[in-house]
């Protein structure tokens, strides 16, 4: 069975700053992975997704994720944050040859301030 | 492209009371799911369909939360009758078979009071 662990539930940081949000994964064979964010009042979308090739991924608004299979873990970074980048940020992995359902982290609530 | 449809927005119930949620997926995706996304948490499966056919309910609580596609195409999701802990946000997500161009609606949101 596939599962995620986000660490981190609460991150306050200051605009500018950087940002890290862990993701570490389970799952025995090849995965997909993704990232989704959720603003204030509106709904998931996606911001990057890792399906095979370069694992360090490029995804909206500045933000990456690098896929470190031996450490089962898609981290997301950002270099520098901005007000607009607060919201719920969920990991989620995709196991091949299951059932094609993602299973979602429990999410990491950023609050930037300005 | 159209979205993922989901109406109503919100909806505010009493407990006991019954309630229901309509999803309208992208055009030609043959998947479709419903989630349960309560505060704090990350969604969770509910239900599963490919086609009109149910792939996936081992999570939903059937004693009391339905669901249905049966053309197909759009879908409701019921809750009779519902309980406090039901408050939560009720996500429609669509995608093709194979899971790719998966796509979440905007949800609704119950509060049962």
């Known amino acids: 069975a596939q599962s995620v662990s986000q660490h981190n539930h609460h991150v306050i940081l200051s605009e500018a700053a950087s940002l890290e949000l862990g993701c570490n994964y389970s799952?025995?064979?090849?995965?997909?992975l993704f990232w989704y964010v959720q603003y204030p009042g509106q709904h998931l979308q996606l911001l990057l997704k890792?399906?095979?090739?370069?694992?360090l991924v490029k995804g909206i608004k500045g933000f990456e994720a690098e896929f470190i299979k031996s450490k089962f873990s898609f981290n997301l970074r950002k270099p520098s944050v901005q007000w607009s980048d607060t919201a719920e940020y969920f990991c989620?992995?995709?196991?091949?040859?299951?059932?094609?359902?993602?299973?979602f982290g429990r999410g990491t609530s950023l609050i930037v301030h300005p | 492209e159209a979205g993922v449809a989901q109406s109503p927005r919100y909806k505010i119930i009493e407990k006991r009371q019954s309630v229901a949620f309509w999803c309208n997926p992208i055009?030609?995706?043959?998947?479709l799911y419903w989630y349960q996304q309560i505060l704090g948490q990350g969604p969770k499966l509910l239900i599963q369909?490919?086609?009109?056919?149910?792939?996936?309910d081992s999570q939903l609580p059937k004693d009391r939360f339905s669901a249905e596609r049966l053309k197909g195409v759009d879908s409701t999701l019921k809750i009779q009758p519902a309980k406090l802990e039901d408050s939560a946000v009720y996500l429609c997500?669509?995608?093709?078979?194979?899971?790719?161009?998966?796509?979440f609606g905007s949800g609704t949101r119950l509060t049962v009071v």
């Open positions: 997500a669509s995608s093709l078979p194979s899971g790719y161009g998966y796509t």
């Open positions: 799952y025995g064979g090849t995965v997909n």
């Open positions: 890792y399906f095979s090739g370069d694992p």
């Open positions: 989620a992995v995709l196991g091949e040859g299951g059932s094609y359902i993602p299973t």
């Open positions: 055009s030609g995706h043959a998947t």
């Open positions: 369909f490919q086609n009109n056919g149910v792939v996936d």
